[in-house]
């Protein structure tokens, strides 16, 4: 469960930009890790990409600094990890809602749809670094 | 991503290819703007290119069909692809936005 068999990392300034290249990096990994079920790949992605986009719109670099845009992404046999970096931000410990919002409203549906295609997610705050920890198991495992 | 537009008998079509995602979803507003701008307001987006779609992608969505029907109009969504299915589906939006089989079709029993 453990044997790390695909890894990709990405570091970069949070801009919009960088969101587009992530995608690339993920479409990259299954390349690589083919043998993940296209669901799970599917719903890793569409977790990965909110979550990313959230540091992109909601992280707030501290005075003088550059917020960054930190990923890790890791194929195990049956799990699949993300670790989502804020770097250099303004330390926020609140979490958005992960309720889904009224039918009209164009925004806040982000965490609900992250929780709905992890197993597990947990954040973890280090001085100027906020990482979320995103994991999936793979429904049919290798 | 790319958009294009064109205006069939009884309705515009919006084609997108490629990810709706943050950097597209202001795009994709613009695009549904200078439609519903001009006066059309029965407009359905072909999504058979789009092979991905956010939250971000899904508020623009949301935004361009309420734009439609302050017009007076309405906005359909057609030929989605399994990615934009589970959004959709995860988030209950398909309930408001009902994926058609075909453009031809979206607006075919009104």
Not at chain 1, 92 to 110: I, V
């Amino acid at each position: 469960m453990t044997e790390v068999l695909a890894q990709r990392a990405y570091q970069a300034p949070a801009s919009p930009e960088a969101i587009d290249e992530l995608h690339t990096e993920l479409d990259r990994i299954w390349e690589v890790a083919s043998f993940v079920p296209e669901l799970d790949q599917m719903a890793f992605t569409t977790a990965v990409i909110e979550s990313a986009s959230n540091v992109v719109q909601h992280g707030v670099a501290v005075p003088g600094g550059e917020l960054r845009l930190g990923v890790t992404l890791t194929v195990m046999s049956s799990v699949l990890q993300a670790r989502i970096s804020e770097i250099g931000a303004v330390p926020s410990p609140e979490m958005p809602s992960a309720s889904l919002p009224d039918d009209d409203e164009e925004s806040g549906r982000g965490l609900a749809l992250i929780e709905a295609l992890m197993t597990t997610i947990t954040v973890e705050l280090r001085g100027e670094t906020k990482t979320w920890v995103l994991s999936r198991e793979i429904e049919t495992p290798a | 991503m790319r958009f294009s537009t064109e205006q069939k008998d009884s309705y515009t079509e919006v084609s997108g290819t490629g990810r709706l995602n943050m950097v597209a979803a202001p795009k994709l507003r613009e695009v549904v703007g200078e439609v519903v701008s001009a006066g059309n307001k029965r407009i359905v987006l072909n999504m058979l290119a789009t092979d991905f779609i956010d939250s971000s992608g899904l508020g623009a969505l949301i935004g361009c069909l309420k734009m439609a029907r302050q017009a007076g109009g309405d906005l359909r969504i057609a030929c989605v692809q399994p990615q934009v299915k589970m959004v959709l589906e995860l988030t209950s939006m398909n309930r408001v936005l009902t994926p058609h089989a075909t453009a031809e079709g979206a607006f075919s029993n009104d």
